[in-house]
């Protein structure tokens, strides 16, 4: 070789140093998903290659994912329908694995959803990507092994699915890249290992300058939401939009007052039968007081920009709230919005129609947390719910008629066990929940001895006891209660229900455990405990969840008097003793906090010292069975995916001679 090559080589090798740049270019997470992604028609009403255009606000939080981006926490505080999943969660998939492979750990509530959102979400998504050329194992020994339903392999990188509720996977390998999906769906300890947020979190410490943790969800409970507890920590950002008339920016909200008194936020006019005129909803400027309707989102939001209003407390940390007013035109809607508000809205007296409805609104279209309350309530209040003309031990057919418009459908009953008698509860129920407390009375005798008279009473009232209508009408009871939280007694209970094979039921309160963090209504007990007591069936009832609304019938729901009663009014008859109006007085609503830490747990009710609550106990019990007849009534009988209270009135209202033609209550 030559002197001359030599210096040639070396010119070459000089030039290439020179050309190495001190940073590296690349695409944004919004550009890439543009650019590859498109949605078949069966997933979206929007198919096509994919645009930002129908939902501009999520770009900003989808570019955080770039690796130019210095931001490493993102919270996104939402409604629903606003394309959180399409458009943000798996776009950022997709560039984790086609465009800046990382590895992924995807996580959601439980294992059914994990596995729902695997297979229907991200398989999908692979394909729409046309990422699936590179979705195999990187190691040759294990050829069959990088592309399972849980687990997906790619240069660079896997993505790895998992349930919340998995300790073992929470702390197996390490991630730089950590989805929460459905945060307040998660469980606040998993067996003792403590929170799987915090142990999730800990698989992206080796990645400290590196690491994208993302959480995503719809806000359920104040005191307990874990994303609004998130967002808080943020920046807190709105997505700022211009008006069409002054073109001043603001976030839209559902309502809101100026410091001058004037409304703003959604705006319609109602009818003479108070129902919404669905062709007059706008929304309200905050400034200058112009309306603008739904089609303007359209021009509007492509102007929008997101706004901090706090101080981060966590550095590297963007907190985003977006609810569903902002939801892409031809998706839903404005009017569509005040629909479901007048469902839970009484729009002639401005109040709470339908507390459960209310609830779902605050979360699904406001995005924000619904704050449960609850305190004791007074004797004063509930004492109030005593109608004149009906009595103990009859049914008010008249009455029924005037207030409700409807007769009873159905009966069910609740037993109180204590040490030396048991307390029987029957209650009435009219389509629309209104309830009609038919009997409250004790039958004393030896608890203890399964063979005694007073649980031969028991069996003979629930098998033989029908109540009469005014009309003949037969009303006997379909399902029954019995309270085994009585420890010593549990045995006893459990032997006096397994005398039959359905319609009589153990029953037990759990104020703060297994219930309570997954917000049921009832829980099935565990299959160890059905099968070593050979119980047909038996539930764990969320008191803390039951007696709060039982605390909003009693205090909060209003009736005028020759107008129909709201839904779940409750009814007592004018005989009943004013001891039983105080057990509802008996219990307070308290916060219950960790020692040491004073951390927030959970809130639930207590009974005062000395004070007698049966009543209140076995009135939540009664609920809680009207609600297992039905939830199992629309999913067994009406083929339903979900408890739907309209579709069981209906079809209960059907029921000829109101028996009990409800196929597995039937004794």
């Known amino acids: 070789m030559t002197a001359t090559n030599d210096i040639n080589d070396i010119d070459f090798i000089i030039e290439k140093i020179n050309s190495i740049t001190d940073s590296k270019d690349y695409e944004l997470p919004s550009e890439y998903s543009e650019r590859v992604r498109y949605l078949p028609k069966e997933l979206t009403p929007m198919p096509g290659k994919f645009s930002f255009e129908k939902c501009p606000y999520i770009i900003e939080p989808l570019n955080c994912l770039s690796p130019l981006s210095s931001i490493q926490e993102i919270v996104v505080c939402k409604g629903t329908r606003v394309m959180f999943t399409t458009a943000f969660l798996e776009n950022g998939i997709a560039f984790n694995i086609g465009c800046d492979p990382n590895s992924q750990l995807y996580i959601s509530a439980d ?18 990507c046309s990422l699936r050329n590179l979705i195999f194992s990187q190691t040759a020994k294990k050829r069959n092994t990088g592309d399972t339903k849980l687990e997906k392999e790619y240069p660079g990188g896997f993505l790895h699915g998992i349930g919340a509720r998995n300790p073992g996977k929470l702390r197996a390998m390490g991630y730089p890249r950590i989805w929460f999906d459905e945060l307040d769906g998660f ?13 999730a979190r800990k698989r992206a410490s080796d990645w400290d300058t590196k690491k994208k943790i993302i959480y995503g969800s719809t806000p359920l409970i104040l005191q307990t939401s874990k994303i609004y507890k998130l967002f808080m920590l943020g920046d807190q950002r709105y997505y700022n939009v211009p008006c069409k008339h002054c073109g001043k920016k603001q976030p839209l909200v559902w309502h809101g007052v100026t410091d001058e008194g004037k409304i703003y936020g959604i705006v319609f006019e109602i009818d003479s039968d108070f129902l919404p005129i669905y062709e007059t909803v706008g929304y309200k400027c905050k400034y200058c007081g112009g309306v603008m309707k739904n089609h303007d989102k359209a021009t509007i939001m492509q102007q929008g920009e997101w706004i901090p209003t706090k101080k981060t407390k966590r550095p590297n940390m963007r907190s985003y709230h977006i609810n569903a007013l902002y939801s892409p035109p031809g998706m839903f809607s404005w009017e569509s919005a005040v629909m479901e508000w007048a469902e839970c809205w009484d729009l002639e007296k401005n109040r709470v129609k339908d507390i459960e409805k209310y609830k779902s609104f605050r979360n699904t279209v406001q995005g924000l947390p619904f704050e449960e309350l609850g305190s004791s309530i007074k004797f004063e209040r ?16 008249r009455i029924m008629i005037e207030s409700t418009g409807h007769y009873a459908t159905l009966v069910t009953c609740a037993v109180d066990v204590q040490g030396d008698r048991i307390i029987v509860h029957p209650v009435a129920w009219t389509p629309g929940g ?43 009871i379909m399902l029954t209660f019995i309270d085994s939280g009585w420890g010593q007694h549990a045995d006893i209970v459990y032997q006096f229900c397994n005398k039959y094979t359905s319609g009589v039921y153990a029953i037990k309160g759990d104020s703060g455990n297994e219930t309570t963090k997954k917000g049921l209504t009832y829980k099935s007990f565990s299959d160890e405990l059905l099968k070593k007591t050979g119980l047909p069936g038996g539930y764990l009832i969320n008191t803390t969840k039951i007696k709060d609304r039982i605390s909003r019938y009693l205090t909060a729901l209003q009736w005028d008097t020759g107008q129909l009663q709201p839904d779940w009014y409750p009814n007592f008859p004018e005989n009943i003793g004013d001891d039983f109006f105080r057990m509802f007085e008996a219990e307070h609503r308290v916060v219950v906090r960790e020692k040491g830490t004073n951390r927030y747990l959970r809130t639930e009710w207590r009974a005062d010292a000395g004070k007698e609550n049966h009543a209140f106990d076995t009135f939540g019990y009664n609920l809680t069975a009207l609600e297992l007849i039905a939830d199992r009534t629309c999913r067994e009988i009406l083929g339903l995916d979900v408890l739907s209270w309209k579709d069981f009135w209906e079809y209960s209202k059907q029921i000829k001679n109101n028996e009990a033609a409800f196929f597995y209550f039937q004794k």
């Open 111 to 128: 294992k059914g959803l994990i596995e729902k959102g695997m297979t229907i979400k991200v398989e999908r998504l692979i394909d729409s």
């Open 382 to 397: 509930s004492i109030q719910h005593r109608r004149s003309g009906f009595a103990l031990g009859h049914i008010p057919e």
């Open 434 to 476: 209104q309830s009609w407390t038919l009997d409250f009375f004790h039958i004393d005798g030896e608890v203890g001895n399964i063979n005694s008279n007073l649980w031969n009473e028991l069996d003979k009232f629930i098998m033989e006891k029908v109540y009469i209508g005014e009309n003949n009408k037969r009303y006997p």
């Open 187 to 199: 469980p606040d300890t998993v067996g003792n290992e403590g929170d799987p947020v915090a142990l």
